[in-house]
């Protein structure tokens, strides 16, 4: 599949840290009848991932929240114990963000968004982008043309997205 506006999500299986350890996330689930921003990103506690990425959607909560975004949620290929460990460090758990891991990058691979960067030790990455999904159709899909960067998939990128979008 090619990721796109109009695309349906897969029912994806991805993980979090719970009590207990690592549990299974249905992004199915989590996208049923629900209004989500999920953002995706090459790495926990990178660069731009970590700098601009991350904090553009902690500064925007409110606002996204005012748009009636039901949740926002991270997506990195990494294992769901530093997805935690990133979200805490950040403060991004603490603002409301959800971080889960794909770790087997299997949903990435299946929304055609990898990718690999040997050089910068990447191997199945995700690429950087932003979109909307509306019960679980992606009403709008913000990639990244570029590595390194992070307007087109901010936060703020996607509010006045959101604000051009047909009532």
Same mark, same amino acid.
């Given at each position: 599949m090619v990721l796109e506006t109009g695309s349906r999500l897969p029912d994806a299986t991805l993980?979090?840290?719970?009590?207990?350890?690592?549990?299974?996330?249905?992004? +199915? %689930?989590?996208?049923?009848?629900?209004?989500?921003?999920?953002?995706? /990103?090459?790495? @926990?506690?990178?660069?731009?991932?970590?700098?601009?990425?991350?904090?553009?959607?902690?500064?925007?909560?409110?606002a996204l929240k005012a748009r009636g975004v039901d949740a926002?949620?991270?997506v990195s290929?990494?294992?769901?114990?530093?997805?935690?460990?990133? +979200? %805490?460090?950040?403060g991004a758990l603490a603002a409301g963000i959800e971080? /889960?891991?794909? @770790?087997?990058?299997s949903f990435t691979r299946s929304v055609g968004m990898d990718f690999t960067a040997p050089a910068a030790g990447f191997i199945g990455r995700s690429r950087r982008y932003a979109l909307l999904a509306e019960d679980g159709i992606v009403t709008i899909f913000q990639p990244e043309e570029g590595p390194g960067v992070c307007?087109?998939?901010?936060?703020?990128?996607m509010l006045e997205a959101m604000d051009k979008e047909p009532a």
């Open positions: 993980l979090k840290i719970g009590d207990k350890g690592p549990e299974p996330v249905s992004l +199915g %689930e989590r996208l049923k009848g629900r209004k989500v921003v999920l953002f995706a /990103l090459p790495g @926990a506690f990178t660069g731009t991932c970590t700098t601009a990425h991350v904090p553009s959607f902690m500064r925007n909560m409110d926002v949620i991270c290929v990494n294992d769901p114990f530093v997805m935690k460990a990133w +979200g %805490e460090t950040t971080f /889960l891991a794909d @770790a087997d990058g307007d087109l998939s901010s936060g703020e990128a």
